[in-house]
């Protein structure tokens, strides 16, 4: 058994980040802290406090991040589950931004969860099912398919590995893998997933509790297990080996090696 380190250059940036114009012109004089830059150039600053700002998520226009068709989705999940509230959104020759309103609440890659990865990786499963149980999955107008996936990697071509650092990636995983190895989707068992289900996505209260989700970009409906098998993986690169098991645990499921396999491959090469 086979497993590969790669490269995730996602995180709170460690040196200073040039604010674009247009969101300078969104915080005014109120304070800020950027507190996420993403491996495409994206930004998510908190803008005031986190009980009373806002979170500001900007994306360059050379991204190829569709914050419109995020904007779209949190408005409509909103209904049924706990995401932010979009406030304002816009976009110029240098990107595009959404205005969010802040949850009071933090993510599960914090220090606090870091240091208590039981209690956050339970609560990632249980948070995540809620999530999926909530979503009306006969009314939801967008998806996250297998075959739309797929013809977008083939379109664009795979994402080299060097792009990511310290994941583990699936048992069996060759580095040279291409979609040909993807081989015939298992059956699914659909659901409206998050489409970037982590930790980092995921905020917790106090008492280690799941109160909403964030980065709902490619929300749509997908097998469970697109989501599931991700979540679970973040625990590795996030608290460390052997907590997976307590995702699947809080979600109520046994793990699924065939899905799990299938969907970190197909995630891996996007």
Same mark, same amino acid.
């Given at each position: ?65 569709? $914050? ?59 948070? $995540? ?9 006969? &009314? @939801? ?34 580095? &040279? ?20 289900? @982590?930790?980092?996505? &995921? ?6 509790? @799941? ?23 973040? &625990? ?35």
């Amino acid at each position: 058994m086979t497993w590969k380190t790669v490269v995730m250059r996602s995180g709170p940036p460690e040196t200073p980040v040039e604010i674009p114009g247009a969101v300078r012109a969104l915080i005014a004089t109120r304070p800020f802290e950027v507190v996420w830059r993403n491996e495409l150039g994206g930004l998510t600053l908190r803008v005031g406090s986190t009980s009373t700002g806002v979170h500001v998520k900007w994306a360059p226009v050379t991204s190829g991040l569709d $914050l419109d068709g995020e904007r779209r989705r949190l408005e409509w999940a909103r209904t049924y589950t706990p995401v932010p509230e979009v406030l304002d959104a816009g976009a110029d020759g240098d990107g595009s931004w959404l205005v969010m309103r802040s949850i009071d609440a933090r993510n599960a890659v914090t220090s606090r969860w870091i240091e208590e990865p039981g209690t956050a990786s339970v609560a990632l499963g249980r948070g $995540l099912r809620a999530m999926h149980d909530a979503l009306p999955l006969a &009314t @939801c107008p967008f998806e996250w398919s297998v075959a739309t996936r797929v013809r977008e990697v083939d379109d664009r071509g795979a994402r080299p590995l060097d792009a990511f650092e310290g994941v583990t990636v699936t048992p069996d995983h060759d580095p &040279t893998a291409s979609l040909d190895d993807l081989g015939a989707i298992p059956p699914e068992d659909l659901v409206v997933c998050h489409g970037d289900a @982590c930790a980092p996505n &995921t905020l917790l209260d106090g008492a280690g509790r @799941c109160v909403a989700h964030v980065d709902l970009g490619r929300l749509g409906v997908a097998d469970r297990w697109a989501d599931l098998a991700v979540m679970a993986w973040s &625990t590795v690169w996030n608290y460390g080996p052997g907590w997976e098991r307590h995702v699947y645990d809080g979600y109520g499921v046994e793990a699924d090696v065939e899905k799990i396999r299938y969907y970190r491959l197909l995630w891996t090469l996007e």
